[in-house]
T-cell receptor
Framework: SQQGEEDPQALSIQEGENATMNCSYKTSINNLQWYRQNSGRGLVHLIL?????REKHSGRLRVTLDTSKKSSSLLITASRAADTASYFC??????????FGQGTRLTINP | DTGVSQNPRHKITKRGQNVTFRCDPISEHNRLYWYRQTLGQGPEFLTY????????KSRLLSDRFSAERPKGSFSTLEIQRTEQGDSAMYLC?????????????????FGEGSRLTVL
């Protein structure tokens, strides 16, 4: 079963615009991670935010975490064509495995 | 190449045949995970190993599925008597858990996956 739900399922924006993806989950967590997957490829880790953190930055990425609402958001600023991919949130609920959401398919139009 | 390696990358087989996938994790990583991903979905957990010990198996892993990590290095995932519903991408990931009793997971490093098509 998948704990996380991403919203929207698909997002299409123009190059240079910001992209925001949201993730909701159901149980308490140790941390939440975001991954990117290019079509037909494996997943690549982007960023990890711990349950006691509220915001984290990495380059053009900004992640927020609201444990009271059991939700997280991933913001990609100044999007580029190369950002076109599927983005997944994954939660570490203490069960020694990551549980992934269904993902957001992001398309950046040149 | 020091990343996670999976092979074969693609496998087409007829229903009822057996298939085996291999995963070579990053050499110093003690944890190894198998996930399955169908089109348009996120990865679903199948099983994981701490060194050579298989510590958890998902209910998704029916008795037709078996995974091994005999020497705590590479792992194999075998599917016997394949069914069309087994068609999916099988993803392997590894990680380093420095503390055996740590309950907190860090980053997983994924391979490129093995895509299975059952005709």
């Amino acid at each position: 079963s998948q704990q996380g739900e991403e919203d929207p399922q698909a997002l299409s924006i123009q190059e240079g615009e910001n992209a925001t993806m949201n993730c909701s989950y159901k149980t308490s967590i140790n941390n939440l991670q975001w991954y990117r997957q290019n079509s037909g490829r494996g997943l690549v880790h982007l960023i990890l935010i711990r349950s006691n953190e509220r915001e984290k930055h990495s380059g053009r990425l900004r992640v927020t975490l609201d444990t009271s609402k059991k939700s997280s958001s991933l913001l990609i600023t100044a999007s580029r064509a190369a950002d076109t991919a599927s983005y997944f949130c994954a939660t570490d609920g203490g069960a020694q495995k990551l549980v992934f959401g269904q993902g957001t398919r992001l398309t950046i139009n040149p | 190449d020091t990343g996670v390696s999976q092979n074969p990358r693609h496998k087409i087989t007829k229903r009822g045949q057996n298939v085996t996938f291999r995963c070579d994790p990053i050499s110093e990583h003690n944890r190894l995970y198998w996930y399955r991903q169908t089109l348009g979905q996120g990865p679903e957990f199948l099983t994981y190993f701490q060194n050579e010990a298989q510590l958890e198996k998902s209910r998704l892993l029916s008795d037709r599925f078996s995974a091994e990590r005999p020497k705590g290095s590479f792992s194999t995932l075998e599917i016997q008597r394949t069914e069309q519903g087994d068609s999916a991408m099988y993803l392997c990931a590894s990680s380093l858990n420095r503390m055996r009793t740590s309950l907190i997971l860090g980053e997983l490093f994924f391979g490129e996956g093995s895509r299975l098509t059952v005709l």
